[in-house]
């Protein structure tokens, strides 16, 4: 009888709320969680490909859990996540101490390994089984999959084609959440504007946004990942008219150049890029904006590269995620592009932008100082609560504060990742 169980996970907030899912349906056939690998009766590694790196960490993984079973033979072992594509056969040579491969968001075979109480699996493993959040903040999936198919991405391979939750599910999980103490949730999805297109109704993402308004006990709203063609004046509209929903987008452009871009398969230009931060930013001119770039991606010459530089500095992000292009099996990029750009352009050029975005963020969150922003307090690290403003900026308070509560802070001090404040509300402290 399993009774102990494993979880690893490394990627996206998508795997997160994935394991999470899957961590609950373990509680409820009365699993018990453990943080050693080693005490487990089911070790599940819930895997990454989209970085080389998260790869490697999973393949070091697999090589502790190969010797371990070697005097634990009974141990199960599953890896899900965008490691696993339809065909396994690779994987199944590579890794023989693996029981289950099962692709994101399949469920049914990780369960089926374990002997518990007879369950019906069918539909999206057991619509009733939420995640149990251990804090006032939470993920949830509204659409999974992706359609747009960029030369250099394997999500669309692993997760499939777009499919969107039915919008009254949506809401009785996010209902469940607030009753265990969650008040604010983030809507996920590998392009989140995407929600409902595939629906009957087609509703949109503003859509869902206005029903999940009405709880009660919700506060806040967030979402991600955005896709600039999905993102509408019908959904930004409501995430500017709706009070619960934080002003605060991440949209990655990847590139500045026009040539790179059509190169990506992003289907949009740079001017279109452009012209939708300035409408985000008309509709509420103090939003939160991230982006993510790819450095070094084929053909990019030093040209294409100080455009994304300029870029950049036109547009000035509150935060940049940038990431140097490395190849990855089964995209169009891997079949048709040869990696040509050199290892140290690729570093040189990352460190650029990493020293660009520590410039302009600096830059932005000093205007926070002396302002009084609404915080909620996620938890505490090395004594200090942590939270966020609306517009996504982290923020430390120099007082304990109760985790969950809304606060007022005024912001002291900024740096270029992050804002430290007092709690104006004594009532709100610990």
Known sequence: MTNRYYLWTVGCQMNKADSEKLAAGFERMGLKATDRIERADIVVLNTC??????????????????????????????VMGCMVGLKTDDLEKRFPQVD??????????????????????GGEFWPTTYAIPEGPTAYVPVVHGCNKFCTYCIVPYRRGR?????????????????????REVTLLGQTVEAYGHDLAEQPDLGDLMR???????????????????????????????????????????????????????????????????????????????????????????????????DLLEELRFDKVHVAAYSPRPGTIAWRKMPDDVPADVKAARLHRIEEVEARIAEEINQHYVGTVQEI????VRKEQPFGRTRTGKLVHLDAPARIGSLVDVTIGHAGAFSLRGAVEDSLALV
């Open 49 to 78: 490909s989209v970085r080389q790196h998260a790869e490697d960490r999973a393949y070091s993984k697999l090589g502790r859990i190969r010797d371990l079973k070697r005097t634990k033979p009974d141990m199960k072992v599953v």
């Open 100 to 121: 289950v491969f099962a692709r994101p968001q399949q469920f049914a075979p990780i369960i089926e390994l374990i002997d518990g109480p007879a369950e019906d699996l």
């Open 162 to 182: 777009e499919k969107s939750r039915a919008m009254d599910e949506i809401v009785r999980e996010v209902a469940y959440l607030t009753a265990q103490g969650v």
């Open 211 to 309: 029903e999940l308004s009405a709880l009660d006990r919700l506060e806040r709203i967030r979402f991600l990942t955005s896709y600039p063609k999905d993102m509408t004046h019908r959904i930004l509209s409501a995430v500017a008219e709706l009070p619960k929903v934080m002003e605060c987008f991440s949209l990655p452009v990847q590139a500045g150049s026009d040539a790179v871009l059509e190169s990506m398969r992003r289907g949009y230009t740079r001017q279109e890029f452009v012209d939708k931060i300035a409408e985000v930013r008309r509709l509420m001119p103090g939003a939160g904006i991230t982006t993510d770039i790819i450095v070094g991606y084929p053909g990019e010459t030093e040209a294409d590269f100080e455009a994304t530089v």
């Open 376 to 379: 909620l307090i996620e938890g």
